[in-house]
């Protein structure tokens, strides 16, 4: 697989963030590769030869009908000569997502739960349920957040030459934030931009990875949902067409637009000290944007 790695690092200047005299830089994973971008290839990379280690042919993982990560998961099997099952939330009574037809097209096969089914998908009733109905399977959480999908993400630090104050990104499961929490040096700071109206599972999540006794130079930021998962409004729609004109640069709306339109607030209210220098990783996710009916022309 032709992958563009290391991601460029790019600084974006405006006006704006020179009068603030706030750095910010771009760690561009979302150019890593047209499908399998931003940090799904880095949480699938080690599952992947942990599958192939463990002789299975077959991969399972969980998602929603808008999943980044099982399209990129579809894909990427379909390419390595995986078997792929996805288990899907089913909230939109079965109307067929932009996403899910691209699984489908790389043969991954789909399995439905009703939203409470889903929410026991960590236990052994359903596990053995996928077990009987798919046979042996290597499973892979859902969003990857796994010790492999953690390992995958603190590799992003091999390819960081510049000096930063903070390190930002979004949040969904936490698995990126626990990579990027574990690997950083510790007089940096960790801010993850979390989509939701709560975040206790984002936090559980990453205080079970990375032990807050030693690790606790991060918090997690969420007033920037626009409502909630997925919920946009045409603010953000405005927001995220101004940064492609400005930067040249897509955003997502569910991830890293609402990212930079919070930290664009923070700087716009004095969050950070002068001659602040930001990293802020850009997980890619553009593809959600064909669930949107939505188009930047
Ligand atoms: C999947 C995804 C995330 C969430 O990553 P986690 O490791 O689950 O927190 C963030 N941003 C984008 C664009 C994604 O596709």
């Known amino acids: 697989m032709n992958l563009n790695l290391p991601s460029k690092i790019t600084k974006i200047s405006s006006n704006f963030l020179h009068q603030k005299q706030v750095d910010i830089f771009i760690k561009r994973d979302d150019v890593i590769h047209p499908i399998i971008s931003g940090n799904k290839w880095r949480k699938l990379k080690y599952n992947f030869q942990a599958a192939s280690d463990e002789g299975c042919d077959k991969i399972l993982s969980f998602g929603g009908v808008f999943s980044n990560h099982l399209h990129a998961l579809s894909y990427a099997c379909n390419y390595f000569g995986f078997g792929s099952i996805g288990v899907v939330r089913d909230t939109h009574a079965k109307k067929e997502t932009p996403t899910l037809s691209f699984c489908k097209k790389n043969k991954m096969k789909l399995y439905y739960l009703d939203r409470n089914q889903y929410r026991q998908k960590k236990s052994i009733q359903t596990i053995n349920l996928l077990r009987k109905k798919f046979g042996k399977f290597y499973l892979i959480p859902e969003g990857g957040n796994n010790l492999l999908g953690i390992k995958g993400c603190q590799e992003i630090f091999d390819e960081i030459d510049i000096d930063y104050d903070y390190l930002c990104s979004p949040v969904g499961t936490g698995c990126t934030a626990a990579g990027l929490i574990k690997g950083m040096k510790n007089n940096k700071k960790f801010i993850g931009f979390a989509p939701f ?59 890293t637009g609402k990212l930079f339109y919070s930290l664009f607030n923070m700087i716009k209210n004095d969050a950070f000290d002068k001659r602040t220098k930001i990293l802020v990783i850009h997980t890619g996710g553009l593809q959600g944007l064909n669930g949107f009916n939505f188009s930047y022309s």
Not at 205 to 229: A, M, P, R, T
Not at 231 to 244: E, G, T, Y
């Open 197 to 255: 109206t709560k975040t206790i599972e984002q936090s559980e999540n990453i205080k079970n990875f990375c032990d807050f006794q030693l690790y606790n130079n991060w918090e997690l930021i969420s007033d920037i949902h626009f409502g909630g998962f997925g919920k946009i409004d045409s603010n953000l729609i405005k927001f995220v067409r101004r940064f492609k004109s400005d930067f040249n640069m897509e955003l997502d709306l569910i991830y």
